[in-house]
C-alpha cells in the first residue's frame, strides 16, 4: 500500500517546519541602471536547512523604466526554501532568519558599481507578506570617492553583508567585553527593494491533560495567531457546551412533561367514562 507514504513526517513536539515561498519582485528609485541584486540568506541560531540548497542567489540584470512612481526595475526572481527550528521559544532559538540584499548596476564598459544594502527578517506569521527593503550604501570621507565612482567604478563595499544587521556569530554577553561600534561609519540612502514571501507552518499539537480532557494548547503558534485548527476546536468545544445545556433541560423538563401527560391521560379517562354513561343513559 503506497498511500501515504510520500508524505514527509511532521516535526517533533515543541519544533516547527517553515517553507518559505517568496520573489526579490522589484527595485525601485535607484539612480542607475542595469540592475541586478545579490541575496542571501543567514539563520540565527537553533535553525537550518532541511534539505541541501543554495542560501544564496542572484536575479537577472534589468532595465530600469521611469514610471510615476520613480525609477523601476523588475526582476519577479522566485526563491524557495524549508526550514527546521528545534524550539517553539523565540528567544531560544536566536531570533528570525534573514534574507541580505545587494542592489549592483552594470554600465556601459561592463564596470560593476555597488548600488545599496538591505536585509529583510523573515515575517513570523503564516501567509502572504510584502515587505519594501530600505537599502544604503556607504559613503567615502571626501570627493575622491565619488570621481572614483563615477570614472572607474570603485566604490566602499562592506566585507560582510551582515554587518547591515547584527551580525549572527556577534556575542553581546557582557562577560565577552565585545561591543558593535557603528560610530563614524558614513553612509547614503539608496532605492528600496520589494520582496513578496509565503510563509507555511507546520507544527506538532500539544496535549495536556485539564479537568480530564484533553485540549490543545499548541494549535495556536507560538506568535500568538489563532489557526484553522484553532478556530475548529473552538467550534467543537461551543457545540459540546450546547449539547450539554439541551441535556440540562430535557433532564429539568422530563417531571414537568411526565405530569403533563398524567393529567392528559386522566382527562381522556374521564371523557371516555362520560361518554359511556351518557350513551347507556340513551
Known amino acids: 500500500n503506497m498511500v501515504g507514504s510520500v508524505f514527509t513526517d511532521p516535526p517533533q513536539e515543541g519544533a516547527q517546519r517553515v517553507h518559505v515561498f517568496g520573489e526579490i519582485a522589484r527595485a525601485i528609485g535607484f539612480e542607475a541602471d542595469n540592475l541586478f541584486v545579490n541575496y542571501s540568506f543567514d539563520l540565527p541560531l537553533g535553525w537550518c536547512v532541511e534539505e541541501e540548497v543554495e542560501m544564496r542567489g542572484l536575479t537577472q540584470r534589468s532595465h530600469v523604466r521611469e514610471t510615476k512612481s520613480g525609477q523601476i526595475a523588475h526582476f519577479n526572481h522566485p526563491f524557495e526554501m524549508t526550514l527546521f ?134 494549535l495556536k503558534d507560538k506568535y500568538g495567531r489563532p489557526g484553522v485548527q484553532l478556530a475548529l476546536l473552538d467550534a467543537i468545544e461551543t457545540f459540546s457546551k450546547a449539547r450539554k445545556r439541551l441535556e440540562t433541560m430535557r433532564t429539568t423538563l422530563e417531571p414537568s412533561l411526565a405530569r403533563l401527560a398524567q393529567n392528559v391521560n386522566t382527562e381522556q379517562s374521564v371523557i371516555k367514562r362520560w361518554s359511556k354513561l351518557t350513551f347507556n343513559k340513551d
Open 85 to 218: 527550528n528545534s524550539s517553539s521559544k523565540e528567544e531560544e532559538i536566536g531570533g528570525r532568519p534573514r534574507l541580505f540584499v545587494e542592489v549592483r548596476s552594470v554600465d556601459g564598459w561592463d564596470r560593476v558599481r555597488l548600488e545599496g544594502y538591505g536585509y529583510l527578517t523573515l515575517p513570523p506569521t503564516p501567509g502572504c507578506h510584502t515587505h519594501t527593503v530600505q537599502t544604503w550604501r556607504p559613503e567615502g570621507p571626501d570627493n575622491t570617492t565619488k570621481l572614483r565612482r563615477f570614472f572607474i567604478g570603485g566604490t566602499p563595499e562592506l566585507s560582510d553583508v551582515r554587518y547591515t544587521h547584527v551580525p549572527s556569530n556577534y556575542s553581546s554577553h557582557p562577560d565577552q567585553n565585545t561591543l558593535l561600534g557603528k560610530f563614524g561609519f558614513r553612509t547614503i540612502s539608496s532605492g528600496s527593494v520589494e520582496v513578496r514571501v509565503n510563509i507555511v507552518k507546520q507544527t506538532m499539537p500539544t496535549f495536556v491533560e485539564d479537568d480530564q480532557k484533553y485540549k490543545r494548547v499548541a
